[in-house]
């Protein structure tokens, strides 16, 4: 069956499928697995387009190492972190030191910033696929409303 939806929706799908792991039937798993095979695509070319280029690695490995050097540590030397953040001692002397290695990496972050546009942008673009339908006869008796949820677009009565 043909299906038009963006990308990102076909990510979903394809995750959605990967928690379906419990429910049994040959016939049923085979297809799953089939759909999913062909949803691996999609996933593969966006992690594909999002990968980090090495020039960036370079700015982002500088930029840990900063965060390192100025984060305050506790008594056993881990580093505070707040809300998910590091707790930084010398703020100042921090955000100084930032803004020369952004300075440095100027290009690095401009076509990292370009590059995840470029990946929103194909994530939303709409794409035709061919998945296979399944069969409602053949899905699983325990399957649960929030499974036939993420089913409902593949099933075929």
């Known amino acids: 069956?043909?299906?038009?939806?963006?990308?990102?929706?076909?990510?979903?799908?394809?995750?959605?499928?990967?928690?379906l792991g419990e429910l049994t039937?040959?016939?049923f798993t085979y297809t799953i697995s089939k759909n999913k095979e062909i949803l691996k695509n999609v996933v593969e070319e966006i992690q594909k387009?999002?990968?980090m280029h090495e020039n960036y690695s370079?700015?982002?490995?500088?930029?840990v190492e900063l965060n390192e050097k100025y984060t305050k540590r506790d008594k056993d030397g881990n580093p505070e972190?707040?809300?998910?953040?590091?707790v930084i001692k010398d703020k100042a002397k921090f955000d100084e030191e930032v803004e020369k290695l952004k300075e440095k990496h100027k290009d690095a972050?401009?076509?990292?910033?370009?590059?995840r546009k470029d990946v929103e942008e194909?994530?939303?673009k709409?794409?035709?696929?061919?998945?296979?339908?399944?069969?409602?006869?053949?899905?699983?008796?325990?399957?649960?409303?929030?499974?036939?949820d993420v089913l409902s677009i593949l099933i075929k009565d």
Not at 58 to 63: A, S
Not at 81 to 86: E, F, L, S, W
Not at 109 to 115: A, N
Not at 126 to 144: A, G, H, N, Y
């Open 81 to 86: 972190i707040k809300d998910k953040n590091y």
């Open 25 to 27: 039937g040959a016939r």
């Open 126 to 148: 709409e794409i035709t696929l061919d998945l296979k339908t399944i069969p409602l006869s053949i899905v699983p008796d325990k399957v649960t409303v929030d499974q036939m």
């Open 122 to 124: 194909l994530a939303s």
């Open 1 to 19: 069956m043909k299906i038009t939806k963006s990308r990102k929706e076909f990510i979903n799908l394809y995750q959605m499928l990967g928690y």
């Open 49 to 51: 387009t999002a990968e």
């Open 109 to 115: 972050i401009e076509e990292r910033e370009q590059q």
């Open 58 to 63: 370079e700015y982002e490995k500088e930029r």
